[in-house]
């Protein structure tokens, strides 16, 4: 048993810097939430910021890339990106297609600059 | 369970939880605990903050710290699906495990889907989609674990580049008004130049500033 989970110390870590800043969130989130309307204005609001932050993560992983996407040139980046989102658009929002093409081009990229 | 199947995203997160789980590998984690973190704190962004600042030394609190900041996105979510599972007979306790299971892919997926479930099913249809989600993950979690011995590079600059993709085009989906649009390419467009700045919590200023701005151009349009 502690050799599949490590030590009791390596658990409570877990929980405190991984599963309590996360989760208190969540709970926030339920507990101030409770009483909004589906449909009010302020539900407009809260989910534009939820897209915004969203939008920020998406552009922070393009923009500072970690790992091994750091070792794609950062105009490849921008270009999968956009040919997954011609793709998305071009078949009527299909996000398979999206999704595929920009792997594909990012690939393809990565093959000729060799 | 057949929408757990159904969806993209599904593909995408056991791809992003492979990687997690070879991840936590090379640094030295175990098994159980990489386990625990997915069942736990079950949102990728936050693991791979967690295992990575934890693997190169920082402190508890400095991990916590970066784990906290990568999660304000959450509450936002919550409160916006809630009111979709609701009914006004519900409780606040039959919600929590719902609550739990809320990260990024269920919020994309209960606006896709929630609006063809009957509202009196709706906690259920969440449950099941949040349990088959993270079966799947836990599944990639080990498996990713077990082969991370040399993972080729290419492999994993794939991998992570499926999570902008995926997020992008299916927050792009579901956008149904003009501020949910705004609000995505504004975000998009705000990050990089607030970013500048390095204040340690980039996102969330450029998220609630994009967001507002968003919301203040459909109020302004509404009063037309």
Same mark, same amino acid.
Not at chain 1, 31 to 48: C, T
Not at chain 1, 63 to 89: E, H, M, T
């Given at each position: 048993?502690?050799?599949?989970?490590?030590?009791?110390?390596?658990?409570?870590?877990?929980?405190?810097?991984?599963?309590?800043?996360?989760?208190?969130?969540?709970?926030?989130?339920?507990?101030?939430?409770?009483?909004?309307?589906?449909?009010?204005?302020?539900?407009?609001?809260?989910?534009?910021?939820?897209?915004?932050?969203?939008?920020?993560?998406?552009?922070?992983?393009?923009?500072?890339?970690?790992?091994?996407?750091?070792?794609?040139?950062?105009?490849?980046?921008?270009?999968?990106?956009?040919?997954?989102?011609?793709?998305?658009?071009?078949?009527?929002?299909?996000?398979?297609?999206?999704?595929?093409?920009?792997?594909?081009?990012?690939?393809?990229?990565?093959?000729?600059?060799? | 369970?057949?929408?757990?199947?159904?969806?993209?995203?599904?593909?995408?997160?056991?791809?992003?939880?492979?990687?997690?789980?070879?991840?936590?590998?090379?640094?030295?984690?175990?098994?159980?605990?990489?386990?625990?973190?997915?069942?736990?704190?079950?949102?990728?962004?936050?693991?791979?903050?967690?295992?990575?600042?934890?693997?190169?030394?920082?402190?508890?609190?400095?991990?916590?710290?970066?784990?906290?900041?990568?999660?304000?996105?959450?509450?936002?979510?919550?409160?916006?699906?809630?009111?979709?599972?609701?009914?006004?007979?519900?409780?606040?306790?039959?919600?929590?495990?719902?609550?739990?299971?809320?990260?990024?892919?269920?919020?994309?997926?209960?606006?896709?889907?929630?609006?063809?479930?009957?509202?009196?099913?709706?906690?259920?249809?969440?449950?099941?989609?949040?349990?088959?989600?993270?079966?799947?993950?836990?599944?990639?979690?080990?498996?990713?674990?077990?082969? /991370?011995? *040399?993972?080729? %590079? &290419?492999?994993?600059?794939?991998? @992570?580049? =499926?999570?902008?993709?995926? !997020?992008? #085009?299916?927050? /792009?989906? *579901?956008?149904? %008004? &003009?501020?949910?649009?705004?609000? @995505?390419? =504004?975000?998009?467009?705000? !990050?990089? #130049?607030?970013?500048?700045?390095?204040?340690?919590?980039?996102?969330?200023?450029?998220?609630?500033?994009?967001?507002?701005?968003?919301?203040?151009?459909?109020?302004?349009?509404?009063?037309?």
């Amino acid at each position: 048993m502690s050799d599949f989970f490590g030590d009791w110390n390596a658990l409570l870590v877990l929980l405190l810097a991984g599963f309590l800043p996360n989760e208190v969130w969540r709970m926030i989130g339920l507990w101030l939430g409770g009483g909004v309307d589906e449909g009010s204005e302020v539900l407009v609001w809260v989910r534009a910021v939820a897209t915004a932050i969203l939008a920020g993560v998406i552009a922070q992983i393009l923009v500072q890339p970690p790992g091994a996407l750091a070792s794609v040139p950062d105009w490849l980046r921008y270009a999968a990106v956009a040919a997954g989102f011609a793709a998305f658009l071009v078949t009527r929002r299909s996000t398979l297609a999206g999704v595929v093409c920009g792997e594909l081009a990012m690939l393809a990229g990565k093959w000729w600059i060799g | 369970m057949r929408s757990v199947t159904s969806t993209v995203l599904t593909l995408v997160l056991f791809a992003t939880y492979l990687g997690i789980g070879a991840l936590a590998h090379d640094s030295h984690f175990s098994l159980g605990w990489v386990l625990a973190s997915t069942l736990f704190v079950w949102a990728g962004p936050a693991q791979i903050i967690l295992i990575s600042t934890l693997g190169s030394g920082a402190t508890v609190v400095q991990a916590a710290i970066a784990v906290t900041v990568s999660a304000i996105r959450l509450f936002p979510m919550v409160v916006s699906v809630l009111p979709m599972l609701r009914t006004p007979q519900t409780k606040r306790r039959q919600l929590v495990l719902a609550t739990h299971f809320i990260a990024v892919t269920l919020w994309v997926e209960c606006f896709r889907l929630l609006p063809q479930v009957p509202r009196e099913h709706r906690i259920a249809f969440t449950h099941g989609l949040g349990c088959g989600l993270l079966s799947v993950c836990l599944f990639a979690t080990m498996l990713g674990y077990g082969l /991370a011995a *040399n993972l080729p %590079q &290419l492999f994993g600059a794939a991998i @992570l580049l =499926l999570t902008p993709l995926a !997020f992008l #085009l299916s927050t /792009a989906r *579901n956008c149904r %008004q &003009l501020a949910d649009v705004l609000a @995505l390419v =504004l975000g998009l467009a705000l !990050f990089p #130049l607030i970013s500048m700045l390095h204040t340690g919590v980039d996102i969330l200023i450029s998220g609630v500033s994009a967001g507002t701005v968003a919301y203040a151009v459909h109020w302004w349009r509404e009063q037309e």
